[in-house]
């Protein structure tokens, strides 16, 4: 083998690569916000689940792409572990769609391919267009980079040295631990799949052989997605891990399966016995079929163990229990009193939640802590996630007959519920000025710090006393809520001037003083949101 034959090899598996990156982007392009959409819709059916990862990865042409966006939407709570785990045994099964392609022999094609691919990606202006021409250029550039491949490939079947090392993968053992190592250096197991079907193709390989190295693949593919873990919360690593124990599990069973019986490995060669890129690519697809077929029962079982190997918290128990709703369950089967009084608890129950992020975010201000930062972000998801559940669920209160001051009453509750999810933002904001402190070794001065816990405090009192007011109609104590309200004005008022005298006695860092009237102004607007909340269902208006 001449080092131009390598680099010849090298640059065919180098187009192949770009190309399979092209063709998805062109894809996902074309497909816009649909794909995420779709797979944010993936039911609690684990059925339509699969079908959901199987559909998205034939259109991305990636099931780590498909993965990884999983993992996203496990790691902000739009999706349960059950939703994922379907979608990631469906993205297994249409990773398979590529080498299925790729056994067509349309390597002549493929030049035409990629220049008309060009011409509409580069002279036509409509997006759709070039999109579609950006995976057709795509598409040409992995037949192109396949044909080269091959081209380089066939001068190797004479070399004693190359020879010996692939003859080192007779062992099954050795297969499986080259196919899982190759895999994770190109990350995609389509890729890898398809140059085993090349060396195939070639005759350097047996069938047999590309089993277990079909086999390793499908374990090496999970290493993008463990990667992509490491930077997500304890659920994202769960699903990751998911995808981990689903391609071990399916390793050990087929395995198992083609040692006791053989005949699946020549039935699946009879389906096309004079084409061995055929075979290997049957027997990829349905490997994967096979996989998803027996372990789909059992995901429940697989979960499980993924949160056996990362335990389930109590903190993520809370966070569980505060995204879901509690009182607006079957809304459409409830009296129509009582599916107002229960959305009213529930908005009380979302404005607690609120509250103590908003308490966790000023401890954190005062005494920084990474983890309560952690903690506020994640609960400010979960006010999110529960805002966006009660709107849903009180979508089915317009089918019901209510009176004009039902329907007042209706219409408050849903102003107070921003009011109280912009609260929870406030809290978010507050914890990003103590990271930015913190990252920049900045202090605020000792009398600084002394005018935000005193207003601090009264916010507090008044998001307290608010959300009192709000859950039990006690307008008897309006007039304390004006009264802390005109205190914290009075104090934005104060502080801001204490801060300009400090400033011109350069008494105060330059980032501080930023984050004094950023925090200062927050926690006036915070006062102004507990005041709505808190006058939200009397007939008054806020002093």
């Known amino acids: 083998m001449t080092i131009t034959t390598l680099f010849s090899l090298l640059g065919g598996v180098g187009l192949f690569l770009y190309g399979m990156t092209v063709m998805s982007s062109g894809l996902r392009n074309a497909c816009g916000d649909n794909l995420q959409t779709i797979l944010e819709k993936a039911t609690s059916n684990k059925f339509m689940a699969v079908f959901v990862g199987f559909a998205v990865t034939i259109l991305v042409q990636s099931s780590s792409a498909t993965d990884i966006m999983v993992i996203g939407f496990v790691n902000s709570g739009m999706m349960n572990l059950s939703q994922a785990i379907g979608v990631i045994m469906g993205a297994n099964i249409g990773t398979t769609v590529t080498a299925q392609i790729t056994a067509f022999n349309i390597s002549a094609y493929a030049p035409v391919i990629l220049f008309g691919g060009a011409v509409m990606f580069l002279f036509l202006k409509k997006s759709l267009v070039k999109y579609i021409g950006e995976f057709l250029?795509?598409?040409?550039?992995?037949?192109?980079?396949?044909?080269?491949?091959?081209?380089?490939?066939?001068?190797?079947?004479?070399?004693?040295?190359?020879?010996?090392?692939?003859?080192?993968?007779?062992?099954?053992?050795?297969?499986?631990?080259?196919?899982?190592?190759?895999?994770?250096?190109?990350?995609?197991?389509?890729?890898?799949?398809?140059?085993?079907?090349?060396?195939?193709?070639?005759?350097?390989?047996?069938?047999?052989?590309?089993?277990?190295?079909?086999?390793?693949?499908?374990?090496?593919?999970?290493?993008?997605?463990?990667?992509?873990?490491?930077?997500?919360?304890?659920?994202?690593?769960?699903?990751?891990?998911?995808?981990?124990?689903?391609?071990?599990?399916?390793?050990?069973?087929?395995?198992?399966?083609?040692?006791?019986?053989?005949?699946?490995?020549?039935?699946?060669?009879?389906?096309?016995?004079?084409?061995?890129?055929?075979?290997?690519?049957?027997?990829?697809?349905?490997?994967?079929?096979i996989a998803v077929c027996l372990e789909l029962p059992i995901t429940s079982l697989i979960i499980k163990f993924a949160e056996k190997l990362i335990p389930v918290l109590p903190e993520e128990n809370e966070q569980l229990e505060d995204r879901k709703l509690q009182y607006l369950l079957n809304v459409k089967n409830m009296p129509s009193r009582m599916a107002l009084a229960n959305a009213h608890r529930e908005i009380v129950r979302m404005g607690r939640i609120a509250e103590k992020n908003l308490n966790r975010a000023l401890d954190c201000f005062f005494e920084y802590d990474a983890g309560k930062v952690a903690s506020v972000k994640a609960r400010e998801e979960s006010v999110d996630i529960l805002d966006k559940e009660i709107d849903e669920a009180m979508l089915d209160l317009r089918s019901m007959y209510f009176s004009d001051e039902a329907l007042r009453r209706i219409s408050m509750l849903n102003i107070t519920k921003t009011d109280i999810e912009r609260i929870s933002d406030y809290a978010e904001n507050i914890v990003e000025f103590a990271e930015e402190m913190h990252a920049k070794k900045s202090a605020l001065s000792e009398d600084a710090l002394k005018e935000l816990q005193k207003m601090s405090t009264n916010v507090r009192q008044i998001v307290d006393l608010s959300l009192e007011i709000f859950s039990g109609d006690d307008f008897s104590r309006l007039y304390e809520l004006d009264k802390i309200e005109a205190g914290i004005d009075l104090q934005k008022t104060e502080l801001i001037g204490h801060h300009v005298d400090r400033l011109m006695d350069g008494e105060c860092e330059p980032l501080a003083g930023i984050v004094f009237t950023n925090v200062v102004t927050e926690l006036e607007r915070i006062g102004d949101h507990a005041e709505n909340i808190g006058y939200a269902l009397s007939d008054q208006d806020p002093q």
């Open 137 to 289: 250029m795509g598409f040409g550039m992995l037949f192109v980079g396949i044909a080269i491949m091959k081209d380089a490939i066939a001068p190797m079947a004479e070399s004693e040295g190359f020879i010996n090392i692939l003859s080192g993968l007779d062992n099954p053992f050795a297969a499986v631990i080259f196919g899982i190592a190759f895999t994770a250096l190109l990350q995609s197991s389509s890729s890898s799949t398809v140059i085993f079907q090349t060396f195939a193709m070639q005759g350097l390989l047996g069938y047999h052989t590309a089993v277990y190295l079909v086999i390793g693949a499908a374990i090496g593919s999970v290493t993008p997605n463990l990667i992509a873990s490491l930077t997500t919360n304890r659920n994202g690593k769960r699903t990751a891990i998911l995808n981990l124990l689903f391609n071990l599990i399916r390793a050990v069973i087929l395995i198992i399966l083609i040692n006791i019986f053989p005949q699946i490995l020549d039935l699946i060669q009879g389906l096309s016995p004079d084409s061995i890129a055929r075979q290997v690519a049957n027997t990829h697809t349905i490997f994967a079929i």
